[in-house]
């Protein structure tokens, strides 16, 4: 059986774990003035939003957000009764703070987020766009969800939010940093059924693959039924505790080093390839990637030639059905943008594995 490349973090059950203090998000270069661990992404930006609203009742509920994005980003702006609008983008990514300043003051904004893609810096300019928000007295969140290990790369945003568990295996975990003042009514209880929903998934596929028991079908059953908590999830929740003990215990060398070689090799490897093309064409030393993003005119048949041979490369982002009216160049990524798994649990040998089959399925 070839060994599966991609798809659900598993844990290892038999990993012993220290007790380690969890620390603050300034492990991410998320400095501010308070800071609350929470158990998602998405409850990270509601809790950003409902900050900005006790704080400036009077707040007009209009915000500026990136056109190519996820769904979870969206739908926090959506649930709070947000107008929602979308800077542009160029087809690398890229933006900059005129381009976003010019959508702030079409739409009269008052609350901008933000996020760069897969590691790299996307957003041109940004702590300008912070400062000059701030001068017009609106707001600024960064969403470094995709950035989290490139250390000193964040702006100058009035706050942070992100997600943890894009990284590593946690069973969940986000946070949010606010530049000033202090946070309220932080929550103190965990979401217990969705840490315990997710640690049996992730071990019943580490059992799968690395002790060949049970079948592929009753750990993806798994993961579905710990995706269903996530999703019905109301109110505010902490950090759980598996997920503060895998994150304090992380290699973060291991897992910025193995992601930035992996990524060389693809790099290297699809150089000379017409039909599927990287995204970023260098790997500038402080970069470290989320995953290697390609593009491609048939990303479907590439996609499942890849499952063919155990390698799941997910679309990030498939376009959410709440997104509004985006520019052009956002429109073809959420066609032909493909993402190659390049993470810490993958080696040299696994990226020339997913070289030959990218090579078979161009030929
Ligand atoms: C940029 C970004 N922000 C936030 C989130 C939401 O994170 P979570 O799934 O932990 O709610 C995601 C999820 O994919 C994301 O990509």
Redesign the pocket.
């Known amino acids: 059986m070839l060994s599966e490349i991609g798809s659900n973090f598993w844990i290892n059950p038999n990993e012993e774990l220290k007790d380690l203090p969890l620390g603050t998000p300034e492990q991410f270069g998320c400095k501010g003035n308070d800071f609350v661990w929470l158990s998602?992404?998405?409850?990270a930006?509601s809790f950003a939003i409902k900050t900005i609203e006790e704080r400036n009742p009077q707040l007009k509920k209009s915000a500026v957000l990136p056109p190519f994005?996820?769904h979870?980003?969206i739908e926090p702006f959506l649930n709070a009764d947000y107008e929602v609008y979308h800077y542009p983008i160029n087809e690398k990514l890229e933006t900059s703070a005129d381009l976003i300043l010019q959508c702030v003051k079409d739409h009269d904004a008052a609350v901008v987020l933000f996020?760069r893609y897969f590691g790299f810096n996307t957003v041109k300019g940004s702590d300008s766009l912070c400062r000059e928000l701030r001068e017009q007295n609106k707001f600024s969140i960064e969403?470094c969800?995709?950035c989290l290990y490139d250390g000193k790369n964040k702006s100058d945003a009035d706050f942070f939010v992100g997600?943890i568990?894009?990284w590593q295996g946690t069973p969940d975990g986000?946070f949010a940093v606010c530049r000033e003042g202090e946070f309220q009514d932080k929550p103190k209880q965990p979401d217990t059924p969705l840490e315990q929903a997710k640690i049996k998934a992730s071990y019943a596929k580490y059992k799968y693959l690395f002790d060949h028991e049970g079948e592929k079908p009753a750990f993806l059953q798994l993961y579905r039924e710990a995706e269903d908590i996530l999703i019905a999830q109301d109110g505010f929740r902490s950090i759980s505790p598996t997920s503060q003990k895998m994150q304090s215990n992380l290699d973060v060398c291991f897992l910025q080093n193995r992601r930035r070689e992996n990524f060389q090799i693809l790099l290297l490897g699809l150089a000379d390839f017409q039909d599927v093309r990287p995204m970023f064409d260098r790997l500038n030393a402080d970069i470290v990637p989320l995953y290697f993003p390609i593009l491609t005119k048939d990303r479907a048949a590439l996609q499942a030639h890849l499952v063919q041979h155990a390698i799941y490369a997910p679309v990030v982002w498939p376009k959410a059905e709440c997104l509004g009216e985006v520019c052009k160049e956002a429109e073809y990524l959420y066609q032909h943008l493909l993402c190659i798994p390049i993470d810490q649990r993958y080696d040299k040998d696994d990226m020339n594995r997913v070289l030959e089959t990218i090579n078979q399925f161009c030929k």
């Open positions: 998602t992404g998405r409850s930006i994005t996820c979870t980003v996020h969403d969800t995709q997600s568990r894009k986000g």
